[in-house]
């Protein structure tokens, strides 16, 4: 069983740039792939960003990438999502997720936190 509570959402102008970061909670932090969704209202949720159990391979949804970066830590139990050039659209409800196969899908996650608003001004 794995916890996760995300942290760092919030407003921000358009170009500018939020830090997310997700605290999982158990030992077993590093025998997960870790990944970001997000949800616009009225839209499905939709993938973020993922990355691999030792950190080393990461992948990104076509409208994020060069703007987002996905980092671990496993010594601490956290994964972050740094987001710099921030758009409008970019606008939704974070979640952090835990899964056992790097994926874009959301059914191969298994865990995920109860999700932190961002919302970009234009």
């Known amino acids: 069983q794995v916890q996760l509570v995300e942290s760092g959402g919030g407003l921000v102008q358009a170009g500018g740039s939020l830090r997310l970061s997700c605290a999982a909670s158990g030992r077993t932090f590093n025998s997960y792939v870790m990944g970001w969704f997000r949800q616009a209202p009225g839209k499905e949720r939709e993938f973020v960003a993922a990355?691999?159990?030792?950190?080393?391979?990461?992948y990104y949804a076509d409208s994020v990438k060069g703007r987002f970066t996905i980092s671990r830590d496993n010594a601490k139990n956290t994964v972050h999502l740094q987001m710099n050039s921030l758009k409008p659209e970019d606008t939704a409800v974070y979640y952090c997720t835990a899964g056992r196969g790097i994926s874009g899908t959301a059914y191969n996650y298994d865990y995920w936190g109860q999700g932190t608003q961002v919302t970009v001004s234009s």
């Open positions: 990355i691999n159990r030792s950190g080393s391979i990461t």
